[in-house]
């Protein structure tokens, strides 16, 4: 067999082209291959049919199984022999199938575990979906766990398109039963799965790196409820320099979880997008690590929610006064919180925009003993539902110069303000914001400036009569003006006064004064502003 058996060539245009010591090059490919091929039939005679995905016929059949590619194996078939009725021991199976095979297909079926099945580099275990396969522990261990170290990082595989059942929520003693535990490991993929009862369902102990959770629900009540849906620990200072958990996080879903839906002590270089937190103690629990660990950083969080919990967000400075630093909060929502919708305490340099804070018990956010925080084109509607007197919607607790922009309160009740600052803090910046029900600005340097509902600038006209040697100006603005903040200018002649002046500065007004009456009446523009707290 040849490719072309005619050189020159003509092509389409008329043009002659000559391709001869190309083709000649091929054509020997090609009969070296048809040389050495073999027949079907003759492959089977010699032990062939017995191969993952062999047809004599060469045409398809049979399960997904048969389909797999080069070192592909199906923990059903012998020599694993696993059992998908649930009622034989199928640990060992899947141990030795993952020795054989880099891909191990678990069919339909739920499959009993004694043990961990411990998950080696580059294998991954693929179901046939969620609720079809299923597999059971009978312990207090992880269902599938990859421990490697800092000298032997395991890197590939993961589990795949299936049901994991432990035993923690049937037994809160079994505080080991993990759906999926993993350390010191780089490119693992674990998607498509549901997890019930699990003390954690994903858990990333130290040393993760580019591992992909994708499509992933932990959820449950009575004997199936979770106590943590997905966790990545935290990272002593006796770990190498640089050691993260870093994990790219997409459509992950944590409900009813005893404690919290996801408890991140340290993501260092984790994205989680499009995740869900609900009707858990805790939605989002990040930080509050013990002492000797690495400050929790570089962490990316967008679209994502907390919703129905004690408290829907969490974020607080460790043991180790180690802040929560060096993150990125975008397009997150929290609402229905029946105590805090987002609390951060001790942390430095996080950005937070477009956060949507609804409906929930009292505050819409609290900062701290925060520093250096930006909050940025954020809507808070309907909170302090509990009526409680004297809550901000945005309130600033201690810290520093953190900036407050570009957002919109509106509570649902008037027994509290849209912002407030509640002790000793310094060099806040609230700017161009929307405050229907106002603030309460007590901090030291703290700049107010161009904001609706809490008026900072104001201006306007005031006359003194021929007879009197003083008017009182209302001025309007939200906090006293500084007496140096207030300009005024004759706009007529000052008739028999040579000078005039401003004294008795209020809340609300201050008087205009010449030294003599003028004998005519005269006018005054005037100027005032509280920009800076003193």
Not at 354 to 367: D, E, K, P, R
Not at 509 to 530: D, E, K, L, R, Y
């Amino acid at each position: 067999m040849s490719i072309i058996n005619t050189l020159p060539y003509t092509i389409a245009n008329g043009q002659a082209v000559d391709a001869t010591p190309v083709m000649a090059d091929l054509n020997q490919i090609v009969n070296n291959v048809n040389a050495n091929a073999v027949a079907s039939a003759s492959l089977a005679a010699s032990g062939g049919a017995n191969l993952a995905g062999f047809s004599a016929s060469n045409s398809a059949s049979g399960t997904v199984a048969r389909a797999l590619v080069d070192r592909g194996v199906c923990v059903t078939d012998a020599p694993f022999n696993a059992d998908p009725t649930g009622v034989a021991d199928s640990t060992a199976a899947f141990t030795n199938a993952a020795a054989a095979g880099w891909m191990v297909y678990v069919p339909s079926g739920t499959y009993k575990t004694t043990a961990p099945i411990s998950r080696p580099a580059g294998v991954v275990f693929v179901g046939a979906g969620r609720a079809k396969t299923i597999i059971q522990a009978s312990g207090n261990y992880a269902i599938f766990e990859t421990i490697g170290s800092s000298t032997n990082v395991l890197v590939g595989g993961g589990v795949q398109n299936m049901t994991l059942v432990g035993t923690w929520g049937a037994n809160n003693a079994n505080t080991a039963s993990y759906g999926v535990s993993e350390s010191w490991t780089n490119r693992s993929v674990h998607c498509d799965l549901e997890i019930y009862g699990c003390y954690v369902g994903l858990y990333g102990n130290q040393g993760l790196w580019q591992v992909t959770w994708d499509n992933i629900t932990v959820d449950g009540a009575g004997t199936q409820q979770n106590y943590i849906g997905f966790m990545l620990d935290s990272l002593p200072t006796t770990l190498p320099s640089g050691t993260s958990n870093a994990v790219i996080a997409n459509g992950l879903v944590a409900q009813n979880c005893a404690y919290a839906g996801f408890r991140l002590l340290n993501p260092n270089g984790s994205k989680f997008v499009n995740c869900d937190a609900e009707s858990s103690a805790f939605g989002w629990y990040i930080g509050d690590g013990p002492v000797g660990c690495y400050p929790v950083q570089f962490c990316h969080i967008a679209n994502c929610l907390g919703d129905s919990c004690t408290y829907n967000w969490v974020f607080k400075q460790g043991s180790n006064s180690n802040p929560v630093t060096a993150m990125e909060l975008a397009n997150c929502w929290t609402g229905n919180a029946s105590t805090g919708a987002m609390d951060l305490t001790g942390c430095h340099s996080i950005n937070i925009s477009n956060l949507q804070s609804v409906g929930n018990a009292t505050h819409g956010i609290l900062l701290d003993n925060c520093e250096y925080m930006t909050l940025t084109g954020s809507q808070f509607n309907g909170n302090n539902i509990s009526n409680t007197a004297g809550v901000g919607d945005i309130t600033i607790q201690g810290g520093l110069y953190n900036r407050v922009t570009g957002c919109m309160s509106l509570m649902a009740n008037s027994s509290g303000v849209s912002v407030l600052e509640s002790s000793a803090t310094n060099g806040n910046d609230i700017t161009d914001n929307t405050l229907f029900q106002g603030a309460t600005i007590i901090g030291a340097n703290t700049v107010v400036r161009n904001n609706r509902g809490f008026r900072t600038e104001a201006s306007g006209t005031a006359s003194i009569t021929s007879a009197a040697t003083s008017v009182s100006v209302t001025h309007g603005l939200a906090l006293t003006p500084p007496i140096q903040a207030i300009s005024v200018t004759p706009s007529t002649g000052l008739g028999s006064a040579s000078q005039f002046w401003v004294s008795n500065v209020t809340a609300n007004t201050f008087n205009i004064n010449v030294n003599v009456a003028p004998g005519v009446g005269i006018g005054f523009s005037w100027n005032a502003q509280n920009l800076v707290s003193y």
